[in-house]
Each structure stands twice: as C-alpha cells, then as structure tokens.
T-cell receptor
C-alpha cells in the first residue's frame, strides 16, 4: 500500500532563517506531488506541483521554492523566511493515470517569529 | 479556471440529525470529485471519491452524490455523531489541460452537539 510521510510536524523558525520541509511517498512510482499551504481561516492554496523528477510548476510568486531530487521525494524550501510564511503546509500525492484522487500527508505547522 | 464553492461555511446540528453539505463547481468538465475531512491541526483524510461517470458513492453513514450537468455535489451524513465534528472540504479534478491539479472549496465547519 502507498504511504506518504511529511516532516517535521511542527516548526518554529525566526524571520530570515532558511526552511526545508520534506515529503516522501512509498509504494508507488512516478506520482504527482503537491505542496499546499493553509493559512488560518483560509482555504488551501496550491504552491507547487510536480509531475516528474526535476519538473516543478509554481502557482503563485512567493518566497518559497520546491525541488524534486528523486521520484518520490518533494522538498519545500526558503532561503529567508518571512512572517507571512507562517501557516500549515501539506504535501499530497496523486496517481496521474488512474485518477484515484489525492492522498495527503499529516502536515507541518510552521510558525515564523 | 475551475472555482469551487461550499455552502454553508459553518453548520451546527444536534446529535442524531441527518445533514447535507453542499459543493458547487463552475466547470462541469471534471474527472472526479473528492470529499475530505480535516480535524483541527491535522491533515486531510479522504472520505469519498466520485468519478465523473458515477452519480454517487457510499461509505458507512456517508453518501456523496454528483450532478455534473448542474455543477453540484452533496455529502449526506446520516445520524450525525459528535465525532463527526470537523471541517469538510470538496476538491474537483478537472479534465483537460488542468487535469493534474485539484481545486478545493473553502470547506464547511461542522459541529455536532451532544
């Protein structure tokens, strides 16, 4: 069976510090991978998605970047965090050919102080 | 671009009541629609997935319906329990060019009162 792992679960970082959030998927190959952000009281905002190694699409201009160094690994990064980067970050995967829907990770609560 | 709306934004019901959550979308050309549950501070848990060729899906006390032509889906919860309290989100996977992306509604926050 497929599983998705996301870490860390919580993170408190000072303004201007770097960020690295990691997401890995097991039990499948060539998944579509996604990073979402959920700000307090707001809906899910798609940040990045990837359909293959090294292929990253960005939905909104921002202080963040994403990379996919391996087939089942998706990393969200920032060189210098802003206060506005605080939020709940969710990784998800989907199978591109059989449309089984999304499966989400457990999320990372990021607080920038 | 697909737009997804969920009404109401919040709902409070007494335990045991049957209830319906609504989801509407602007473009009927979809591949599937998925309902999720989110508990506070947690990730999203998939509840039901309806393919575009299907009209409904059932899981336990949950029943989701899909009417593509009118751009609507409903999630029916029978005999609600306090443990059903959570935020419920629907997500639409469009066909065609945007097929790799899902579009989410802003959710309905459900409170079931014991």
């Amino acid at each position: 069976s497929q599983t998705i792992h996301q870490w860390p679960a919580t993170l408190v970082q000072p303004v201007g510090s770097p960020l690295s959030l990691e997401c890995t998927v097991e039990g499948t190959s060539n998944p579509n991978l996604y990073w979402y952000r959920q700000a307090a009281g707001r809906g899910l905002q798609l940040l990045f998605y990837s359909v293959g190694i090294g292929q990253i699409s960005s939905e909104v201009p921002q202080n963040l970047s994403a990379s996919r160094p391996q087939d089942r690994q998706f990393i969200l990064s920032s060189k210098k965090l802003l206060l506005s980067d605080s939020g709940f970050y969710l990784c998800a995967w989907s199978a591109p050919q059989d449309y089984l829907g999304y499966t989400f990770g457990s999320g990372t609560r990021l607080t920038v102080v | 671009k697909q737009e997804v709306t969920q009404i109401p934004a919040a709902l409070s019901v007494p335990e045991g009541e049957n209830l319906v959550l609504n989801c509407s979308f602007t473009d009927s050309a979809i591949y599937n629609l998925q309902w999720f549950r989110q508990d506070p501070g947690k990730g999203l848990t998939s509840l039901l997935l309806i393919q575009s060729s299907q009209r409904e899906q059932t899981s336990g006390r949950l029943n989701a319906s899909l009417d593509k032509s009118s751009g609507r889906s409903t999630l029916y919860i029978a005999a609600s329990q306090p443990g059903d309290s959570a935020t419920y989100l629907c997500a639409v996977r469009p066909g065609g060019y945007d097929g790799n992306q899902f579009y989410f509604g802003t959710g309905t926050s459900l409170t079931v009162i014991p």
